[in-house]
């Protein structure tokens, strides 16, 4: 009887704990979200943002709730006085403070103030972050990762801008909005319908913000891909920039350009129908030549962020 045949060639390698992907695979264009996700992940784990972010709470909160004193002591204490311990304080005093002095009407002021003040703590945050949001990714190498799947550089860029925009609206606009939907259930419905062109203008003010100030950090994190030198650049362009513009504003109003953080604060009057005279200080340049120069740097940066990322070696 013969001896059984034995296999001695070497077992495969079982494959431990890997099971094949069963989902739909779907287009590039859900990479974008997933992108988006991720730096937007970064922006919340960070901890040293949650001061910041607290900040702008308050602002807010001092917004809605002084805005709705301002609709109760017009409606609830017309011609009534005001007792502040011995002082007795007209009504009519304290209306006319949170109307004209604090600008806190439901008009074009209140949601230009609050965009702006809360557009100050979106300007540090992002400053903070360009180095985690895009800096890193050239820094230590992770871009030739995303672009060896199957999305295009749009997709990568798309990504990152669309998580700064949502941040951005969630800090801004947003804001703002819930401050417009408070004022009209408080004070009348009509109100929607009335000033229904500040919500556009709500809007159009917090995509401004994002445009200019997403495409201007990818642009300055691509290139200087650290925190502390894209800080110092964030200072000179908003900070540095507006005292020489005040400066040689006194020869010529249109030196006030070299100021991005003025040029988007006109652009916001302009969305918000404010009349030009309250806008201080007075001496401005018109709100086409701010538009013009805002359009003007982002196809600069959109221009450098698709050379830059095109010298990037992939390897599939």
Not at 163 to 171: E, G, P, Q, S, V
Not at 224 to 250: C, H, Q
Not at 273 to 295: F, H, K, S
Request: with cysteine; net charge positive.
């Amino acid at each position: 009887m013969s001896a059984p045949v034995t296999d001695n060639r070497p077992a495969a390698p079982a494959l431990l704990s890997y099971r094949p992907w069963r989902g739909q695979l779907r287009g590039p264009g859900h990479g974008v979200w997933a992108i988006a996700q991720v730096a937007l992940l970064m922006l919340l784990r960070r901890r040293l943002f949650w001061g910041l972010y607290g900040f702008s709470a308050m602002i807010f909160l001092f917004f809605f709730y002084m805005q709705y004193l301002h609709v109760w002591v017009d409606k609830q204490l017309a011609g009534e006085t005001v007792s502040l311990g011995p002082i007795a304080i007209p009504a009519s005093e304290i209306r006319n403070f949170l109307a004209q002095g604090l600008e806190l009407n439901g008009s074009g002021f209140t949601y230009r103030n609050l965009i702006s003040f809360e557009g100050y703590i979106v300007m540090i945050v992002l400053a903070l972050a360009g180095s985690v949001i895009m800096g890193n990714d050239f820094r230590f190498g992770s871009l030739p990762f995303y672009l060896s799947k199957p999305l295009h550089r749009w997709h990568y860029l798309f990504g990152k801008f669309l998580a700064i925009a949502i941040f951005t609206n969630l800090m801004t606009a947003l804001p703002a909005f819930i401050l417009y939907v408070q004022y009209g259930l408080i004070e009348s419905w009509r109100y929607y319908y009335e000033r229904a062109a500040l919500l556009l203008g709500i809007f159009g003010y917090g995509m401004a913000l994002s445009l200019v100030l997403g495409l201007l950090l990818l642009a300055t994190a691509v290139w200087l891909k650290r925190t502390v030198p894209l800080i110092m650049v964030w200072t000179a362009i908003f900070v540095f920039a507006r005292m020489l513009a005040d400066m040689l504003a006194r020869f010529d109003p249109r030196w006030r350009l070299v100021d991005i953080w003025n040029d988007l604060y006109l652009v916001g009057n302009w969305c918000l129908w404010m009349p030009r005279n309250t806008i201080r200080p007075g001496n401005q340049p018109a709100y086409w030549q701010a538009a013009t120069v805002l359009a003007a740097l982002c196809i600069v940066c959109l221009l450098y962020l698709n050379r830059r990322i095109q010298a990037v070696e992939i390897v599939t």
